[in-house]
């Protein structure tokens, strides 16, 4: 059974960094898509950033210039390089592993989420 663990979230200051990092489990070797989410109280859950299993990536137009993913495929572990934070970026992040080796915008494109790290950006 796959199993996607985040961690890194907490409680930074507007303009700081935090990093994100990912694992999916239970996989001998993961050549799937994987994908940042987040969900603020009262919003809609929507992409950050995703990366193919290929490299490819692609990057949400509010998080361009200040966010950056990345997989690991040796430590098959995926992060999230967050900069410049802002108090709007405040949510829970989830990582997501694709349904296949594409990177696709879709929540549906993803088949397994972890449970959430939360992000708060204070002003």
């Known amino acids: 059974q796959v199993q996607v663990l985040e961690s890194g979230g907490g409680l930074v200051q507007a303009g700081g960094s935090l990093r994100l990092s990912c694992v999916a489990s239970?996989?001998?070797?993961?050549?799937?898509?994987m994908a940042w989410f987040r969900q603020a109280p009262g919003k809609e859950r929507e992409l950050v950033a995703a990366?193919?299993?290929?490299?490819?990536?692609y990057v949400a137009d509010f998080a361009k210039g200040r966010f950056a993913i990345s997989r690991d495929a040796v430590k098959d572990r995926t992060f999230l390089q967050m900069n410049s934070l802002k108090p709007e970026d405040t949510a829970m992040y989830y990582c997501?592993?694709?349904?296949?080796?594409?990177?696709?915008?879709?929540?549906?494109?993803?088949?397994?989420w972890g449970q959430g790290t939360q992000v708060t950006v204070s002003s």
């Open positions: 239970g996989i001998l070797l993961n050549i799937n898509a």
């Open positions: 990366v193919s299993g290929g490299h490819t990536t």
């Open positions: 997501a592993r694709g349904r296949g080796i594409e990177l696709g915008r879709e929540a549906t494109d993803y088949e397994n």
